[in-house]
């Protein structure tokens, strides 16, 4: 049963450890709330929010999630156990690597002047991970919005809490491999404005072994989170095929208006989707644990 207070009487000083350690990181990369943010999406999204995406490969019982090509370019996995090391020394046992997950993505929110968003803590970590699922659940960025609002309709969140979760992309970049078929092999309904497309095109110039390792920002405020990312996708500047669809799409299109016009009623939108994306599918002690170290099942 997950609670505000969950650490209060095991670990009062969890969540101050953890935003002391992710100072640090942020301070000398700021490009890791984006990626922490990311994190918890794919961690959430796959078995639940269990930290099962930290698995690594342990002899033949299990394959990491990483295997995935879907978790391609996810980062900072060490930065969490770097974190969960410091919770160690403190209070051993007692934190979840999920718990940091969903405490790490929330500090990042903050950090790049998002909201400040209050969230339950009590999730136990898996013990288990496939590569299989993460396959299968992992979304894909040409991915439909009929498919997209059922993904996160069945987090409980509304149209509304759905499109703001994917306000998640003012943050962040995205690899010339996820972009290139709509930059040369569009689909008809697929629309883009041509400066932004003729723009990409130098960024992205083939569809060469060099696209996963050339990048472009998902909006034009990378580092900040605010509501650029609507903006933008008001003036055919969605870099993925779904972020696009979002403008196009009639149940859509007048809530990316609302979000672009009022940032902080897409911050009330945020706050609330992401209390839901971050309880996903949660597991209690009798089928999770408290992993001593995130890579491992204890
Ligand atoms: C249908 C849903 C979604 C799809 C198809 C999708 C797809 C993608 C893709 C293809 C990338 C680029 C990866 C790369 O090439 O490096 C990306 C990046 C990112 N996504 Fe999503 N995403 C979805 C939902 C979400 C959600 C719900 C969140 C968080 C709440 C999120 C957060 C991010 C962030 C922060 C990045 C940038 C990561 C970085 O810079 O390292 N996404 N997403
Ligand atoms: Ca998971
Ligand atoms: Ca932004």
Redesign the pocket.
Known sequence: RMSYDYYKASCPNAEEIVRRELVGIFLVDA?AP??F??L??HDCQVQGCDASILLDAYGSRTESEMKSYRN??I?KREAVEQIKSALEAVCPGQVSCADILAMAARESVSFSGGPRIGIPLGRKDSRTCSYQRADAYL???S?SVDS?LQ?FNSKGMSLEESVA??G??T?????CL?IVKRLYDPSPADRMDYTFQAQLRLSCPTTVPLENLT?VS?DITPVVFDNQYFVGLLMGRGL?Q?DASLASDPRTQPIVRNFAADQSYFYRAFSSAFVK?SSTNVLGSASGEVRRQCSHAN
Do not use: D, K
């Open positions: 490009t984006a990626a943010l990311r918890l999406f391609f370019a980062r979304p894909s960025p991915i997209f993904t979760i994917l998640a992309h943050l962040g970049v995205g690899h996820n990048f998902n993925f779904i994306l």
